[in-house]
């Protein structure tokens, strides 16, 4: 796999330009959702505590492309969105962590959200995680430039309708 050798990083340095694309495009989203948070890539702390060097960078990446998931499920940081984000990995990478996110983060909603999140959201999410492509393998910095709608397509990636 072609990101394993390469082992992009999303880091200021290579992901500033989005900040220049198109509004229509996969970067400019990423910019603007960076942005609008006040999130820099640069802030994330290290992956500790991996056996190989290899499995250090594909958890650094997970982290790193979580916040393309936001941006390409429209799903905002809060509780509910986090939540739903988690249940879409789980069905994607099957990590007990996932799960265990999803748990802890219903149990801390109030009760109006977490009827929300299971009624609306968590069915949705499970939807959305099996129907996509595998999330973990897209070198979605080569698609900065390209129509967000186009990209969410060809990924198989469902919107929540609201």
């Not at 880091?11 to 959702?33: M, Q």
Request: with cysteine; proline share 5%; net charge neutral.
């Amino acid at each position: 796999m072609i990101i394993l050798q390469e082992r992009p990083r999303v880091i200021s340095s290579a992901v500033g330009h989005a900040w220049d694309l198109p509004e229509n495009t996969f970067g400019a989203a990423y910019a603007k959702f960076m942005g609008s948070r006040n999130f820099s890539p640069d802030d994330r702390p290290p992956v500790r505590f991996m056996d190989t060097e290899e499995l250090a960078y594909v958890a650094t990446r997970a982290r790193e492309i979580h916040d393309f998931w936001h941006v390409l499920f429209n799903l905002p940081t809060n509780m509910i969105g986090e939540s739903a984000l988690k249940v879409v990995e789980f069905q994607q990478l099957y990590l007990p962590m996932c799960l265990l996110s999803t748990i802890g983060g219903s149990v801390r909603m109030k009760a109006k959200q977490r009827e929300n999140f299971f009624k609306y959201y968590f069915p949705w999410a499970i939807r959305a995680g099996m129907s996509c492509t595998d999330i973990m393998s897209i070198y979605y910095e080569k698609h900065f430039d390209e129509d967000l709608e186009l990209v969410r397509n060809r990924w198989g990636i469902l919107l929540l309708l609201t």
